[in-house]
């Protein structure tokens, strides 16, 4: 027997692939969006071949937009490169059921060179790898959780298409923030996505109505860095298409309408040596008790928030959710249980942990996971120092420094990132500047309804 239930062994889904209770195995990576592609393998295959071989990918899909056009100017691949194989490796480790897909299992895959000599140095999993790696190296293991916010709707996705995304209505129709009758509107949705993480080998904790007109949050237990980005891919996947069995629709946008709250993302991280949180200790900043690793990483994490922020706010829309008042962060300014902060502490002695409440709903886990450990792993090194706590509200604070406004800010600060170049790599920092570039040219070439709705009549 597994020790989670809903994960599985190789032996375990042989026997249910000869029992024809799982007949379907889905074999996925994360693209830079974090959205998982791949192929179904019929699981008797997947057990006789594909677990211990793997199979192949074509590489566009590391440099592919949104619309999965292949997009110019990588030096990963291109048309000039002509357009060869990853090879995707199965991490059975992450075998598990789909059980919200009929006889069903998923796998997730490191991605390596077309020959599997070597890690593709650019996939989101093998930069989170790199970074957890460095984590080792100085003694810790890193425990995480990333809290999904999202808006759910009655409308099915075709529907929502065909309209243009527009007089969608949501599930619930007034503020629901812990709200239980307004939540149990949801529950169509909400418990049969519970329920299928239980079942699939993700532990979860609870969910809850957010500050939205149809928003919600489903929070799974937290776990080690790696296996947590793994299981924020598969719930966003899970939920996707159990609204889709079900005729609504869920967005993870960051901020889907102008008068709504928007969506987060809150990562709460912690370094662990052993049984230990390396995090705990007698040494006090401020009201908090801690140690100096703690103190240091959540100086390095602030000091690198800037210039790492395209991985914690990855599209246009991202930057539209960093409004003052809002619930989210303006400034990277840390507190002590303070929603108002960009860096939020929580928790004493075993418990504590730093909660970053930068990043989106349209994140991906295995990039923000990476920077965040990258930039703490950095003021453990060099014995960085934060700055003063900030108390009070956060927003009113005017003397400190905004995050960056839009995705073009960001992205620059990220292209010139001496930082980034030396803790993620220059291909890293090469192939995810001309990725976000590319996400902001595709912007800025489209016309939009707000222009028509300003300037058809009235210029």
Not at 225 to 245: F, Y
Not at 327 to 345: C, I, K, L, Y
Not at 396 to 412: F, K, N, Q, T, W
Request: with cysteine; hydrophobic share 40%.
């Amino acid at each position: 027997m597994t020790l989670t239930h809903g994960t599985l062994s190789l032996e375990e889904l042989a026997e249910e692939a000869r029992q024809r209770t799982i007949d379907t195995v889905l074999v996925a990576f994360a693209d830079p969006y974090g959205r998982l592609m791949g192929k179904r393998f019929d699981a008797e295959h997947f057990t006789d071949h594909g677990a211990a071989h793997g199979t192949h990918a074509c590489d566009y899909l590391l440099t592919a937009d949104m619309e999965m056009e292949p997009v110019q100017g990588y030096r990963f691949a291109s048309w000039q490169l002509g357009y060869g194989d990853v090879l995707l490796r199965p991490d059975l480790g992450t075998l598990r059921r789909a059980s919200w897909l009929d006889r069903s299992a998923i796998v997730l895959c490191d991605v390596a060179t077309a020959d599997g000599s070597d890690e593709v140095a650019v996939a989101p999993r093998s930069i989170l790898r790199r970074q957890l790696e460095r984590a080792t190296t100085a003694g810790f293991t890193v425990q995480a959780a990333s809290e999904l916010e999202y808006y759910v709707f009655e409308d099915s996705f075709r529907r929502a298409a065909e309209s243009g995304y527009t007089g969608l209505t949501p599930m619930g129709w007034y503020l629901e923030d812990y709200h239980l009758l307004q939540g149990t509107r949801e529950e169509r949705f909400t418990a049969e996505l519970r329920r299928h993480l239980r079942d699939s080998g993700i532990p979860v904790e609870n969910s809850k109505g957010e500050w939205g007109r149809g928003q919600h949050e489903i929070n799974v237990a937290y776990g080690e860095a790696l296996a947590m980005a793994d299981r924020h891919a598969l719930l966003k996947q899970a939920a996707k298409e159990i609204a889709e069995s079900l005729g609504a629709s869920i967005t993870f946008m960051a901020k889907p309408a102008a008068d709504q709250a928007g969506s987060s993302c809150h990562i709460h991280l912690s370094l662990w040596r052993g049984e230990t949180n390396a995090f705990a200790g007698d040494e006090r900043l401020g009201p908090v008790a801690g140690s100096d690793v703690f103190r240091h990483f959540l100086a390095g994490w602030m000091a690198h928030a800037d210039e790492l922020l395209v991985l914690y706010a990855p599209t246009v829309n991202s930057y539209k959710r960093f409004e003052d008042s809002s619930w989210a962060p303006t400034r990277a300014a840390w507190s002590f249980d303070n929603r108002t902060a960009g860096f939020r502490v929580v928790g004493s002695g075993q418990s504590l942990r730093i909660e970053c409440r930068i990043p989106g709903a349209d994140v991906n886990p295995y990039l923000a996971f990476a920077a965040a450990l990258a930039s703490g792993l950095d003021g453990v090194e060099r014995h960085l120092e934060p700055e003063p706590m900030v108390e009070g509200d956060v927003y009113g604070a005017s003397a400190l420094p905004r995050l960056p406004r839009s995705l073009h800010e960001a992205v620059a600060r990220f292209e010139a990132s001496a930082f980034a170049r030396e803790a993620l790599g220059e291909d890293v920092v090469e192939h995810y500047a001309h990725f976000y570039n590319s996400e902001q040219a595709a912007f800025e070439r489209a016309v939009t309804d707000w222009e028509r709705n300003r300037y058809f009549e009235r210029i």
